[in-house]
């Protein structure tokens, strides 16, 4: 365990060097769910029943839900870069304990998600969004939100280290910018059809809005939905825990593999 915990923060600040090195991608990273936030916020706001400032507190905890699941496509591209480039290799070919990289990998990215949220954060309170709820509600959702942002950077990690292509991960990782969209993150999902509304509900992202919403006190969980989004906050936990309990353990045994 202590082998495990030294090459996981050395993996770790490996992991932040190499961001501290790409301020331009982390920026347009970081201003990317911003944009998204004043172009939906005002364009598909004014198209909705919801008033502007209404559905722009309905709209900020999707945007960070899908910013977290947005870790599918950074661990799957960095895990893929390292394999492409010979980086992986080098690493096996040292004493260093097969799960620290992963690991390491999902720390860093955590670290980075928690202060790269605060100017959507911020951006949110100028256009209207408030915490309505308590203070420990509030903190408990920017855990889960951090928890499901690990658990979908690990499902990335693997998925990169089973592509070990560059631009096969980022032509993968687009695909998954659909994922949001199947979801409430943007839209109530009450008026779709029987079929696309159940696949909405079970998308994991619904059930973490949901609960960021629930926890805000920015909307009530929504009556008659499915299971996941009925019971948002339980939903989210066990979705992300079945999420890195399944990709962490394929995710190292990959990396010892590649």
């Known amino acids: ?14 992991q932040l060097r190499r961001v501290r090195n790409s301020p331009g991608l982390t920026v347009l990273t970081q201003l990317m769910p911003v944009n998204m936030l004043l172009f939906f916020g005002y364009v598909f706001g004014s198209a909705l029943a919801m008033p502007g400032q209404e559905y722009r507190s309905f709209l900020v905890p999707g945007l960070l839900v899908a910013t977290a699941a947005g870790g599918i496509m950074t661990g799957m591209f960095q895990a893929a870069q390292d394999t492409h480039r010979g980086v992986t290799d080098r690493f096996r070919s040292m004493p260093v304990s097969r799960a620290a990289a992963p690991l390491g990998q999902a720390v860093a990215d955590l670290v980075v ?18 915490v309505e709820g308590s203070a420990a509600a ?11 942002r690990f658990a979908c950077t690990t499902v990335g990690i693997h998925l990169g280290l089973l592509t070990r292509s560059e631009e096969a991960a980022g032509q993968l990782g687009a695909s998954f910018f659909v994922l949001p969209l199947l979801s409430d993150a943007y839209i ?71």
């Open 138 to 148: 509030a903190a408990g959702a920017v855990g889960l939100l951090l928890l499901f």
């Open 113 to 130: 998600t928690a202060v790269g949220i605060v100017p959507l954060l911020l951006v949110g309170l100028a256009v209207g969004w408030r």
């Open 188 to 258: 109530p999902t009450g008026n779709l059809p029987g079929w696309l509304r159940t696949l909405a509900e079970w998308n994991p992202i619904s059930a973490v809005t949901t609960a960021l919403r629930d926890l805000f006190g920015n909307a009530p969980v929504p009556g008659g939905a499915a299971w996941p989004v009925a019971h948002p906050v339980l939903g989210s936990v066990l979705w992300s825990v079945v999420l890195v309990a399944v990709f962490l353990p394929l995710a190292v045994r990959r990396y010892g593999h590649c």
């Open 1 to 14: 365990m202590s082998e495990l915990v030294y090459d996981g923060a050395a993996m770790t600040g490996r």
